[in-house]
């Protein structure tokens, strides 16, 4: 367990590095100067060259992404063109709300995607399978800026159910969270009702049947528990998908994550900041990635450690 | 290929699916035939005196947007691009995913860890950010973004690929292949790939709908496609600020947007169903 372990941070470490080329790269595609978006258009030769030799950019290439990735390392993520402050603190402090909202999703899409999957696998090739499924398709088709407006046009506007936006309360927090994780709720249920086909097809259930337990209880007592193990691996997964789904998210319901930041960026074109969320965003991801792999062997060991 | 067509005749959500794509595919081709105005006029009655958007109408069927153009119009031209992107962009992401996919699960080795460490390098980053990201870098227009969608989009294909043809190499035909003196290149198209065909053709199908959702976020996000071509996610994007007091110029297109990519999923599932018949009803 021990070299798996090691060998998987080893793993992270290594994609983490090549996030960082990546985007070290990225910045160098950019058709703006970087030197003309800090000093601004009037500025004298002088400024410009002595503002150029600040951010090291006289230096060879090799040299400017070690110290770009001593940067990265001490949690420097640059200056934001538009707010003219530190691009780390800015993300660090719009971390909350999304890390709050992505919980809030992970429990949505549980909330729809279990009942959902028990459901079609207990009716397996009947009409409320069939309708199930083509449900979950549905929600996985669905764009997430619609089903978060068709929400907030319904719930918040015509029937007044909910704020329509705005941060702070439980009652924020659910239409952002069930337009987050809808679809994610419609893989579930797909992933749930497989996982609790091949659980019914075991002996044991056959035993609790045969003993006279209620079919109820037995996909409840028995299923269940053993169907949700491979669901419970792949929520560390969820952190990447919601990271491009918050984006979208955020600005719908107003909400002040790194996704609402992220917007922002894009609309000023504020280069910093677009590549401090990625980046941070592709943290998240290589974390979440590295829980599944780390749970799924604890969960079921018949998983070879690699 | 008969038995194939027989078995994804009788699925009724297939035959939807498909039936729908036709549909929206003649509606995209005849666009300049059917819609009733050109998509970028400015009609002078499109608004009403305060200068909001005309709901639906005889004169207007889907009403109109905030610029006094006819929504039908732009929708259909709109088909135009969500088709044109959805089908190019994942084409040449399962074209370079696939042949990745490929050379890394037969040649295996050094090439084959530097491909699929390059996917895990890849899925650390949210599709959408770095699509994003580069199209922020780039000019946003046509070609950007399908080069950015295939950019974004070719990494699940090649590694579905990779696992299944690493299992393909090792059957005794392959073998065989080999001891009868035939090349590699030889090997790869003549014997592994006709195998693979379906695996492709079921995550082509479903690859496009995962597109025409992202070109719909992207455009959404005012980073997709440039106007006046008109884009459905352009056009929810453009009414948003309206869209309280009028609900169906983001209903519509995001309702066209959601049939579309229906459309692609039920196909895609009922083909995976047609081909492989032994994983019927596995999920």
Redesign the interface.
């Known amino acids: 367990m021990l070299r798996y372990l090691a060998k998987r941070l080893a793993?992270s470490v290594?994609?983490?590095l090549?996030?960082s080329i990546?985007t070290f790269g990225?910045t160098f595609?950019?058709?703006a100067d970087p030197v003309t978006m800090i000093a601004g258009r009037n500025s004298t030769p002088q400024m410009r060259e002595q503002i150029r030799v600040q951010l090291g950019l006289d230096k060879p290439i090799p040299e400017q992404y070690a110290r770009y990735l001593g940067r990265l390392v001490t949690g420097d993520l640059g200056i934001s063109y538009a707010r003219k402050s530190e691009v780390a603190p800015l993300v660090a402090s719009r971390l909350p709300p999304t890390l709050l909202l992505m919980l809030g999703a992970i429990i949505a899409e549980l909330m729809i995607g279990l009942p959902a999957g028990i459901y079609a696998a207990t009716r397996?090739?009947r009409f409320g399978d069939?309708a199930a499924?083509?449900l979950s398709?549905?929600s996985?088709?669905?764009?997430?800026?619609?089903l978060g407006?068709?929400l907030l046009?319904l719930f918040a506007?015509l029937w007044n159910w909910f704020p329509l936006g705005g941060y702070g309360k439980i009652s924020n927090l659910i239409l952002p969270a069930l337009t987050l994780g809808l679809a994610g709720g419609g893989w579930y249920s797909?992933?749930m009702?497989?996982s609790m086909?091949e659980v019914l097809r075991n002996d044991y259930i056959r035993t609790a049947r045969a003993k006279g337990m209620s079919e109820w209880r037995v996909v409840m007592k028995h299923g269940f528990r053993n169907a949700i193990l491979p669901i419970v691996a792949m929520i560390g997964l969820d952190v990447?998908?919601f990271?491009?789904?918050v984006?979208?998210v955020e600005?719908v319901f107003g909400w002040p994550g790194i996704g609402q930041l992220?917007?922002q960026a894009?609309?000023s074109?504020d280069?910093p900041v677009?590549?401090g969320?990625?980046i941070v965003?592709?943290c998240f991801?290589?974390l979440g990635?590295l829980i599944a792999d780390l749970v799924s062997p604890l969960i079921d060991p018949r998983i070879r450690l690699r | 290929m008969g038995d194939t067509w027989k078995r994804f005749h009788c699925d009724r959500l297939a035959m939807a699916g498909l039936v729908t794509i036709v549909v929206f595919a003649m509606a995209a081709i005849f666009a300049p035939v059917i819609a009733p105005y050109n998509p970028s006029e400015q009609f002078f009655d499109g608004l009403t005196l305060e200068g909001s958007p005309l709901p639906p109408s005889w004169r207007f069927w889907f009403g109109t947007d905030t610029n006094g153009r006819d929504q039908f119009s732009r929708l259909l031209y709109g088909a135009r691009t969500s088709l044109l992107i959805g089908i190019v962009a994942n084409g040449i992401a399962v074209a370079v995913g696939a042949a990745l996919g490929l050379v890394a699960g037969y040649l295996r080795g050094w090439t084959g860890a530097a491909i699929m460490r390059l996917t895990d390098l890849m899925m650390a980053f949210p599709p959408l950010l770095l699509a994003i990201a580069l199209a922020a870098i780039l000019k946003p227009g046509l070609n950007i973004v399908i080069l950015v969608i295939a950019l974004v989009n070719w990494v699940q294909i090649a590694r579905v690929i990779y696992t299944e043809t690493v299992a393909l190499s090792e059957r005794e035909y392959i073998e065989a292949a080999r001891a009868l003196g035939a090349g590699n290149l030889r090997i790869l198209l003549r014997h592994l790939l006709p195998h693979l065909i379906p695996t492709v053709i079921v995550y082509a199908t479903l690859g496009i709908a995962t597109t025409v959702l992202l070109e719909a976020m992207l455009s959404f996000l005012g980073r997709g496609v440039q106007p006046p071509t008109p884009a459905w996610g352009m056009m929810i994007f453009e009414s948003q600020s309206y869209f309280l007091n009028a609900p169906w110029l983001v209903f519509i297109p995001g309702a066209a947007i959601l049939i579309l990519a229906l459309a692609f999923n039920l196909v895609g599932d009922g083909l995976r169903d047609a081909l492989d018949p032994t994983q019927r009803g596995r999920g």
């Open positions: 793993a290594l994609i983490l090549g996030v990546v990225l595609m950019i058709p397996r090739g069939k499924m083509t398709f549905l996985v088709s669905t764009p997430q800026f619609v407006l068709t046009y506007y797909r992933m009702r497989s086909i990447g998908i990271m491009s789904g984006v979208v600005n992220m917007w894009i609309q074109l280069i677009i590549m969320v990625t965003a592709a991801i290589v990635n």
